[in-house]
């Protein structure tokens, strides 16, 4: 084949992105666009067993990767045909559609529709890269109803790059910059560490990346759930055991629907349990190790509102929006009495006005109504 001046630079850019340690997701892009494809899927993965270590898409009309990704790794992942033609043939350099029948689009009839409704893909041509057996980079080029299949110059086209890139990825490989994440985006840690609520996020493995004051407080009071070392965990082994499941299921990209989950993490000191929620964190560019997101509420707490947007949602005056936020936390009259510097004759006269300006009939009304209302996760 022939090389004029644009493939001569495409080529050189794949080697150089290997040389300088970058990312091959550009260039990847760069070479959907010189076959024609509709968008290209980039994945480095190990061979042995269903652990992504990188991944990123490109064209496909700025589609949402990460709902893509979940939406897949949920439900799809079993019946895709690439995946399982990777599986049976870990030799194989490329595949596309039609070359093996027991791994054609047309065997999997579910798969390819939500492929097509979703992603708008209709054809398939990808190569596979295994600069070492445990590990594989796969470049999967992907058409529309548009651009239809690889042609057959087009698909020579795709055999020079894959070759060029199989060259590029195992000298990366050599060099240790394969598959190196990006430096991580520190915005879900700046968010977590200004929630009073406490929070942490682990990686695959359980171990944790990051913890929010507000846990590291609660974990120091050693009362049901503790920090040790690199890892959270409850005190009672029967919690810890659903805590550690919760995490490796929230972690698994393949799990399908029951990723995470809820636990209730009990306190030798009598008092309410830890809520505790598990919740995979999406693969986005950039996020690092950072794959489970922990959170655990303290159930012996009262809730909190402000007085100020009280007043703003309900039309109160700041004396009224001050009682109701007091109900809203401590529930009994007296304590809301007490709290305020007011008597129980002032307080009931206020809560008569609340409740006309609320049209509730009762404290439990207007508590309900409260609990609906929007709170501020940074203020108390």
């Known amino acids: 084949m022939a090389l ?3 493939l001569h630079d495409l080529i050189l850019r794949i080697h150089r992105t290997a040389a300088e340690g970058g990312s091959f997701a550009p260039v990847a892009q760069a070479a959907a666009e010189r076959l024609g494809a509709y968008g290209v899927t980039t994945v480095l993965h190990r061979t042995d067993r269903p652990e992504i270590l990188a991944s990123a898409m490109a064209g ?3 589609l949402p990767f990460d709902g893509i990704l979940q939406d897949y790794a949920a439900h799809f992942h079993a019946h895709n045909p690439q995946a399982l033609f990777e599986r049976a043939r870990p030799d194989a350099l490329y595949y596309l559609d039609g070359e093996d029948p027991r791994f054609s689009p047309e065997a999997y009839p579910e798969f390819s529709r939500w492929e097509a409704d979703r992603i708008g893909i209709r054809h398939h041509a990808t190569g596979y890269c295994r600069p070492v057996p445990a590990l594989t980079y796969a470049f999967a080029f992907s058409g529309s109803a548009a651009t239809g299949p690889l042609s057959g110059e087009r698909l020579a086209l795709f055999h020079v790059l ?3 890139l199989r060259e590029a990825v195992a000298t990366a490989h050599r060099l240790g910059t394969l598959g190196r994440p990006t430096p991580p985006d520190r915005t879900l840690e700046t968010l977590l560490a200004g929630l009073p609520t406490a929070a942490a996020t682990l990686d695959a493995t359980g171990r944790v990346v990051f913890a929010n004051a507000a846990l590291s407080a609660l974990a120091q009071e050693r009362d049901g759930l503790l920090l040790a070392g690199e890892t959270i965990r409850a005190m009672k082994p029967a919690e810890n055991d659903r805590l550690r499941a919760l995490c490796a299921a929230a972690a698994d990209l393949w799990r399908g629907p029951d990723r995470g989950g809820v636990l209730a993490v009990s306190r030798p000191s009598g008092q309410r349990p830890y809520a505790v929620r598990v919740s995979p964190l999406p693969p986005l560019p950039g996020r690092g190790a950072a794959a489970v997101l922990v959170t655990a509420t303290d159930l012996a707490k009262p ?7 009280l007043a703003t949602l309900l039309g109160l005056t700041p004396a009224e929006a001050r009682v109701a936020a007091g109900l809203f936390a401590a529930g009994r009259l007296e304590t809301v009495a007490e709290g ?4 129980m004759a002032t307080l009931r006269t206020q809560l008569k006005h609340i409740y006309a300006k609320t049209a509730t009939a009762g404290q439990a009304e207007l508590v309900a109504l409260l609990a609906r209302l929007p709170q501020d996760p940074f203020g108390s």
């Open 4 to 6: 004029d001046d644009g």
């Open 60 to 62: 496909y009309r700025d």
């Open 162 to 164: 894959m070759a060029h």
């Open 303 to 309: 809730p909190r509102l402000r007085p100020d947007r």
């Open 340 to 343: 305020c510097g007011v008597t």
